[in-house]
Each structure stands twice: as C-alpha cells, then as structure tokens.
C-alpha cells in the first residue's frame, strides 16, 4: 500500500506570494491533518480534515487555510507569505478522526523557503 | 513555557550503549504518550504508543511514563547506527489533539 505523497517536496517563494501543498493520504484514510515543523517550535498543529469537514484549528492565522476533496486529498494554502512561514510542512493521514488510538502516518513533507 | 519539553541535543553516544532520551509536560490532563523517530528528509514515523502510567517495552525500546513526576522516557538498548535519528514526544488529553516536543537528535557513532 503506497505512503502518504506530498507535492511538491521543495518549494521557493518570495514574500508576498501565496502557496498551495498537496497531500494525498493512504488508501482508504479519511483523516487529513497539517503540521508545520521548524528547529525552534516543532512540530504544531495546523488542521485536520475528516469526510471534508474542517474539525480542528490550530493557532494559526487566518492566512492558513486548507481543505479535503471526496477522494479524502487534501491541500492547504499560504497567502501572503512573510519569512517566519519558512518550514517543513507535514501531512499525517489515518483512517478515523483523531481520537484516543488512532494512528497517524506522515508523508516526507514539502519544505517551503520564503525569500 | 511550552506544554511538552523535550532536550534538542545533539546527544552522541557510542554503537552498543543504553539510550535515553527525556520528555517533560506540564500539563495534567495528558493521558496519552507517544514517540516518533524522524530521519532526515523524511516524516516521523511513530516507535511507542503508552496509555497512562507505566512502562511499554517493544524489542530493543522501551517507553516510560510516569504521570506523577510528569516524565516520560525513552530508552533504547543496544543501539545501533541506524537508529540515528530525531526521536519526538508527542502527547495528548482529551481533546485528543497532540501536542509535540521539538525533538533530539540522537547520533550513534560506530
């Protein structure tokens, strides 16, 4: 059974411009969550889709937004970007919604430089 | 202060030694406890599941968590230059959201 894909694996913009990731989870997974990764934060909790409905919000702005197509993909958006957004963006897929045992696998990530 | 702490390193330690790696949390609702190894250029892949209190031991790893002391441990026997990596703590309540440490990096030297 193929991983969970994110495209594209690196990516360069410059300040101001915006960005859409995708994320294709593994087959049968209905669960789609974002996390951003940088040295000094770690790992945070962006969002998480199930059945292409929003369930949690992390604390980010609003300039983060994603959402999750039928076929359970799913894609989140920069706008505007500023240097600070800088980092290594991970999508985890699992079949149920977050929950006490559910298990969460993650792509290799797309790693986004803002100039 | 950050919910979950977690050392970044680099801690380097010699092919065969007893690993340990650390978390601490201050946050009393969280119930359950996990580690994740990271390699470079890739996701994190999850090592140890842990409800509550109490060890959980799988081949050469072994996760502890103790809830009163608000500390769980990693501890990784007879290790090996393959399992040179980021080890993550990751932990979460009832909201069942995870909340991360930054991760250390562990650098086991031939």
């Known amino acids: 059974k193929a991983g969970v894909t994110q495209t594209p694996r690196y990516l360069i913009k410059t300040r101001g411009q915006q960005v859409t990731l995708s994320c294709s989870p593994i087959?049968?997974?209905?669960?789609v969550s974002w996390y951003q990764q940088t040295p000094g934060q770690g790992l945070q909790f962006l969002f998480e889709?199930?059945?292409?409905?929003?369930?949690n919000k992390g604390n980010f702005p609003g300039r983060f937004s994603g959402r999750q197509f039928s076929n359970s993909r799913s894609e989140m958006n920069v706008s505007t970007l500023e240097l600070g957004d800088s980092a290594l963006y991970l999508c985890?897929?699992?079949?149920?919604?977050?929950?006490?045992?559910?298990?969460?696998?993650f792509g290799p990530g797309t790693r986004l430089t803002v100039l | 202060q950050k919910e979950v702490e977690q050392d970044p390193g680099p801690l380097s330690v010699p092919e065969g030694a007893i690993v340990s790696l650390n978390c601490t949390y201050s946050?009393?609702?969280?119930?359950?406890f996990m580690w994740y190894r990271q390699y470079s250029r890739k996701g994190p892949e999850l090592l140890m599941y842990?409800?509550s209190s109490g060890n959980k031991e799988d081949g050469r790893f072994t996760a502890q968590v103790d809830k009163s002391s608000k500390y769980i441990s990693l501890f990784i026997r007879d290790s090996q230059p393959s399992d040179s990596a980021t080890y993550l703590c990751?932990?979460?309540?009832?909201?069942?959201?995870?909340?991360w440490g930054a991760g250390t990096k562990l650098i086991i030297k031939p």
């Open positions: 985890a897929s699992s079949l149920e919604p977050a929950g006490a045992t559910d298990t969460q696998y």
């Open positions: 087959s049968g997974h209905r669960s």
């Open positions: 889709y199930f059945s292409e409905t929003q369930r």
């Open positions: 946050n009393s609702a969280f119930q359950y």
């Open positions: 842990t409800y």
């Open positions: 990751a932990m979460k309540g009832s909201n069942y959201q995870l909340i």
